[in-house]
């Protein structure tokens, strides 16, 4: 079986970690750029009458499968065939997604969870009359799910982020990110990144630091503040590349 993709995505999301994992409204768009020289240009005729897409693609950062996983919102392990992970003996990925526009050989789609440079096998629309199943079910899902929480930032944490988006554009998916980790199982240290330190939580993201606390159900953000020392800060290795960022950002709170 030979397969060549016919494409790759563009995207906003590098890491997993900065994807979702279904396509959901905290999702970047993207763009599909398909390969030149393939007579891909009759192959998109009619297409743009689609609304929605769907994606088959190659889970091109996963070189391992494993036959149980544990998802985000399962309770227990669950067969990687009742699930989406990416952990699959073929890693062949399948997402719907919305068709925005064509532009040539460009294919612009709305939220997604796929990464940059994921590498595309093909491109099926989504039919209305026979993809839509009515009382479809998910048994483990059903039965592990807690309940939703409801994420309320405060001013500071508000005005904190806006002052990261302006001054690191990629750090603009850091609020999607927070969205999706703490509305599920915000307190489960075996599959986030979190710790309790006195009366509250800390949510790690790169090399930022969250904090907040839960109330029933609801999840407080408190603040954002780096996650390096200032010991850490006067040194001159960077290898995540992000540390003058982090002097400007605590320069900001410092002066506010």
């Not at 396509?23 to 929605?52: M, R, V, Y």
């Not at 669950?78 to 952990?87: D, E, H, L, Q, W």
């Not at 090399?207 to 996650?227: H, K, M, N, P, Y």
Request: aromatic share 10%; charged share 25%; net charge negative.
């Amino acid at each position: 079986m030979i397969i060549e993709p016919i494409g790759f995505i563009k995207s906003e999301q590098i890491h997993p970690y900065q994807a979702s994992r279904q396509p959901d409204e905290f999702s970047s768009k993207a763009t599909i750029q398909l390969q030149s020289g393939k007579n891909f240009e009759q192959a998109l005729q009619d297409l743009s009458g689609c609304s929605h897409l769907w994606i088959i693609y190659h889970f091109h950062q996963n070189e391992n499968w494993k036959p149980l996983v544990q998802t985000p919102r399962s309770n227990k392990k669950i067969g990687v065939f009742a699930t989406r992970s990416p952990y699959r003996p073929n890693p062949i990925g399948l997402s719907v997604v919305k068709l925005e526009s064509i532009e040539g050989l460009k294919i612009y789609i709305g939220p997604n969870d796929l990464l940059d440079g994921t590498p595309i096998l093909d491109i099926k629309p989504y039919h209305p009359e026979f993809d839509r199943i009515e009382n479809a079910t998910i048994e483990w899902l059903e039965s592990s799910v807690g309940p939703k929480m409801e994420i309320r930032f405060s001013p500071i944490a508000e005005e904190q982020l806006s002052e990261l988006e302006s001054l690191d554009v990629s750090l603009k998916l850091m609020r999607s990110f927070i969205l999706r980790q703490l509305e599920y199982d915000p307190t489960n240290q075996n599959k986030k990144r979190v710790e309790f330190i006195q009366s509250y939580w800390v949510l790690s993201y790169r090399t930022w630091r969250i904090d907040f606390i839960v109330q029933d159900t609801i999840v407080a953000i408190l603040a954002i503040r780096s996650g390096y020392t200032t010991d850490d800060l006067e040194k001159s290795d960077d290898p995540y590349g992000d540390k003058e960022v982090h002097r400007r950002f605590i320069h900001i709170q410092d002066t506010n």
